[in-house]
């Protein structure tokens, strides 16, 4: 059974665990780094801190294939949203199909009301969103109004390749057992029955528990999060490790019980 260290705990539990010669390297959980390139959440200036603090200490910085995969599906679905609304603008030079424009007004309100309700959630459109969207959309150009591949095109083309660049000019690097350079950093190969034995565990989904399964074959002493379930998982699952993560969180833990 791991722990759950606080942001504010971080500079003593690095002195301690420095001492121990444990490998200072991390795996940053898709939360996390979708909060350091997304200045309106609520952790973001805590964030960038502690990448900042854990950089300073010569830890490297990992994300697994599912922590990219997450940050740049969610960074696709910023950028369509932010372009969407900014297209039903009334100084917009885009002309968009009445349909589509309509529904985009809906499910903006949608969001609006969603957010008001959970604080804590993004004004993002979902991907059910976005697919009903694009179904008031014509694939091609018609009648003057932009098709939905041109608007693609013209906001997505390029844009994620250049999200994965900026992630490893940042020092985020992607951690493989294919990569004979990081041998060093796995104790056993990562087998997907593990993954879904942490899942059972807990109820985590299973995209959190590949993670937490990666987690547990590396050398790395924690995984950093703002997810409640990889917190939850790390103290319930005696075979993982520590996870440090926001005060606010770290607090929550106290009334769960844990044996």
Known sequence: MGRVIAFSKLPEYLAKIEASSACRATILDSNILITSAYDVRDDYEDVRDLLVTLEEHGHRLLATVNTKA???EYRRRIILTEALLDAVDEHSELKLPSRARARISTLKGTIKTATQADPERDFVFGDAHLKRIKKEFSAGSHSGNIGWLKFCHKFLGGRLR????????????????????????????????????????TGVSFSDAMILNAFRCSRCPFIVSRDFDIGYAVLADSRLKDAVMPDRLAREYRHYHFV
């Not at 350079?181 to 993954?195: G, K, N, Y």
Request: no cysteine.
């Open 162 to 201: 250049e999200l994965e660049t900026d992630l490893q000019e940042s020092g985020i690097e992607y951690i493989s057992q294919h990569d004979s350079s990081q041998t060093d950093l796995f104790t056993q190969i990562i087998d997907w029955p593990e993954a879904m034995e942490i899942s059972e565990k």
């Open 70 to 72: 997450e940050y740049i």
